[in-house]
């Protein structure tokens, strides 16, 4: 769903586990009346048991909270862990759980992917990270580069209003009001939040990254995790370079899922043809979903640019009109390309040329068609459950 442009906002960039964690549990725990948090996953470690204690803390003040998580991200997550929280007074809920096969998770597509948190309807944060171990890259080998933003003015109420809408829809709350307060400006950015969804707005994000690429004028930057972009999107980017716009692909160099890199790299030959610049982030695995054009438009969001972000799962993005943060991503990124990437060549990217061929014109048509087949497949209704602790097993004892 896109809601209306809204001016008056301010967002700040936060990057990493290591400033948005500590910035989410500062507002949860000064949190008064509600807090609302919808995620992939959350972990029983460092991180997930910081945000457990803010959210008792809340609950003892007897502030209202709703988690909502996936069936598939969160689907391994204790027992124990989920009853010291409902017995606490906090409401936790689960989407589209569903029982596995062979032990095998089985909902594998159509996911709740948005990681949305909101505080007493005053601030919220958007972004692609989830609550573990896994987004603290400066402590962690294997942690992820991942951004988010903190947000407060009138765009609140919207990103408010998605999370109170998927609760609703689901009829997993009662009385949750509609509006909790009226903010003020805030600043001088002007947003815009795209939510998508599989009935009434399966494009919207996809929509709002096009126009943007449509209308850029000189600089187009994206970091993206798990590239593979629709066929609107992959011609709009050659669209853009041979009118001479510079464009900037920032991908996963050492990826957490290697299918990741693999389906990216049999577009490389065909990008660089087009005169895009592609740099492989070589530090960390790259798990980042933000993207800048010309001098003052941004997204940062859960949507990446595959398509199961495009077509199945659900997503929230936050497009962002302001000057100030356009040129604190960029400086981030351009310093991200000289400290920490590997410049993808033409040469390096012809080598075994002769298996990417096929795999790219299987990939090609795959993109042309992929978000028409999607819809053709049987959507199950997805639902909300709340969230229990898995009964224990008895012990047998014998003798």
Known sequence: MNFPWKEGNHAELLINGSEYFPAVFDSIRAARREILIETFIIFDDEVGRGL?????????????????????????????????????????????????????????????????????????????????????????????QDYGVRVRGPAVDDIREAARALLLEHQAVEGLPRTLVRNAPAGEAKMLLATRDNERHRTDIEDQYLRAIRAA?????????????????????????????????????????????????????????????????????????IAIVDDDWATVGSSNLDPLSLSLNLEANLFIRDAALNRQIREHLERMIADSCRAVTLESAEKGRWWRIPLMFVSFHFL????????????????????????????????
């Open 52 to 144: 457990k204690q803010a959210l008792l803390e809340a609950a003892a003040r007897q502030v209202r909270i709703e988690v909502t998580v996936d069936g598939y991200g969160t689907a391994d997550l204790n027992s124990d862990y989920i009853e010291e929280l409902t017995a606490a007074g906090v409401h936790m809920h689960v989407y589209d759980p569903r029982p596995r096969l062979l032990g095998v998770r089985t909902n594998l597509f159509r996911r709740l992917h948005r990681k949305i948190v909101v505080v007493d309807g005053e601030v919220a944060y958007i972004s692609g990270i989830n609550f573990g171990w896994d987004h603290l890259p400066e402590k962690y080998r294997m942690g992820k």
């Open 217 to 289: 004028k000189s600089r187009l930057m994206i970091a993206n995790a798990y590239f593979f972009p629709s066929y609107h999107l992959w011609v709009e980017l050659r669209h853009a370079a041979r009118r001479g716009v510079e464009v900037t692909l920032i991908l996963q160099g050492r990826p957490d899922m290697p299918w990741a890199r693999v389906l990216s790299s049999s577009l490389y030959s065909y990008l660089l043809k087009e005169g895009i610049r592609i740099y492989e982030y070589q530090e960390h695995p790259l798990h980042a979903k």
């Open 368 to 399: 042309r068609h992929f978000p028409l087949s999607a819809g053709w497949q049987p959507a199950h209704t997805a639902r909300l459950e709340p969230l229990t602790p898995k009964p224990k097993r008895k012990r047998r004892l014998l003798f």
